[in-house]
Nanobody, 124 residues
Framework: QVQLVESGGGLVQAGDSLRLSCAASGVTFSNYAMGWFRQAPGKEREFVGAINRSGGMTNIADPVKGRFTISRNNAKNTVFLQMNSLKREDTAVYYC?????????????????WGQGTQVTVSS
């Protein structure tokens, strides 16, 4: 059974940092590109960033570029989202997801496994 479990969310103030983790089990982790998405109330799920299988390449969405970074540890089956200089508009539920595809990393439909999400709330 494949499981992706996010952790590290919480309530922070604008300008603070958070590090989200996503631990995978039941899957050969290094076979999958990993992505982070977020969804705010009343909005569609939004691409945040992705990292390829080896961790050598990342793609970060423009709204968070320069503030968020993605990394992974294949030995520990874990992917991370480091979020710095958080803003109120970063408030959302953050999801990690696994994709067997090499491309379409920004598309929800490219991901086959999803975590349950972790809430990030940024207050001003």
């Amino acid at each position: 059974q494949v499981q992706l479990v996010e952790s590290g969310g919480g309530l922070v103030q604008a300008g603070d940092s958070l590090r989200l983790s996503c631990a995978a089990s039941g899957v050969t982790f290094s076979n999958y590109a990993m992505g982070w998405f977020r969804q705010a109330p009343g909005k569609e799920r939004e691409f945040v960033g992705a990292i390829n299988r080896s961790g050598g390449m990342t793609n970060i969405a423009d709204p968070v570029k320069g503030r968020f970074t993605i990394s992974r540890n294949n030995a520990k089956n874990t992917v991370f989202l480091q979020m710095n200089s958080l803003k109120r508009e970063d408030t959302a539920v953050y999801y990690c997801a696994a994709s067997g595809e090499l491309y379409r990393y920004a598309e929800v439909s490219a991901y086959v496994y999803w975590g349950q999400g972790t809430q990030v709330t940024v207050s001003s």
